[in-house]
């Protein structure tokens, strides 16, 4: 079974804290994934990733970076969080274009920012 | 710009009914489209495929429809049980890329 865990379940910071969310999949998937849910507005793209050391912007990038140094690992970090980052956030990854482009997702983390 | 409707309101069903949800979808002209699976506080799990080339798929309860025409999903779930009571979102995926777009999802409640 694929596989695809992320750092924390729960994490709570305080405004201006430097944060750093990470995730890993277990099934060689060259495509990874951030986004963040909020209630009414669904899940959005933050950063994608097609290929270690390759990101591209989604559709909400701004206050966030993204890191992937090797094919299995992928962060999210923000750089002065603020308290409306507070969100569910959802790693997910994929095999590339020309499968069915599945997404597999993380259990996902609840981060609280006060 | 491209939009994904589904039903913000909860749908609710009693145990046994076919549960129907509804995807709905402009300014977009998708290879194929996902149905996923979301419990509370739990990342979203797949469900089906359908490309769009099919009309119909079937996996084992569950039967999805595909109207480009209509640019409209149906996802049926026959025969429901309290254990599908979850939020189920439709995505939507294009051709020669890898970026999913999703729906805000809807929830389904399965009463006894």
């Known amino acids: 079974d694929v596989k695809v865990t992320q750092s924390s379940r729960y994490l709570v910071k305080r405004t201006g804290e430097k944060v750093f969310l990470e995730c890993v999949q277990d099934?060689?998937?060259?495509?990874m994934f951030w986004y963040r849910q909020d209630p009414g507005l669904g899940l959005r793209l933050i950063y994608f990733?097609?290929?270690?050391?390759?990101?591209e912007k989604g559709d909400i990038p701004e206050g966030y970076s993204v890191s992937r140094e090797k094919k299995e690992r992928f962060s999210l970090i923000l750089e002065s969080a603020s308290t409306n980052q507070t969100s569910m956030y959802l790693c997910?990854?994929?095999?590339?274009?020309?499968?069915?482009?599945?997404?597999?997702f993380g259990p996902g983390t609840r981060l609280t920012v006060l | 710009s491209q939009k994904i409707e589904q039903n913000s309101e909860a749908l609710n069903i009693q145990e046994g009914k076919t549960a129907t949800l509804t995807c709905n979808y402009t300014?977009?002209?998708?290879?194929?489209l996902q149905w996923y699976r979301q419990d509370p506080g739990r990342g979203p799990v797949f469900l089906l495929l359908?490309?769009?080339?099919?009309k119909e798929k079937r996996k084992e309860r569950l039967k999805v429809t595909f109207d480009t025409t209509l640019k409209q999903s149906l996802f049926h779930i026959t025969a429901s049980q309290p254990a599908d009571s979850a939020t189920y979102l439709c995505?939507?995926?294009?051709?020669?890329?890898?970026?999913?777009?999703f729906g805000t999802g809807t929830q389904l409640k399965v009463e006894l």
């Open positions: 359908i490309r769009e080339n099919e």
């Open positions: 099934m060689d998937h060259e495509n």
């Open positions: 990733s097609y290929d270690v050391k390759m990101k």
């Open positions: 300014n977009y002209s998708p290879a194929y």
């Open positions: 997910a990854s994929s095999y590339p274009s020309g499968h069915t482009d599945t997404q597999y």
């Open positions: 995505a939507l995926g294009p051709g020669g890329g890898n970026k999913l777009t």
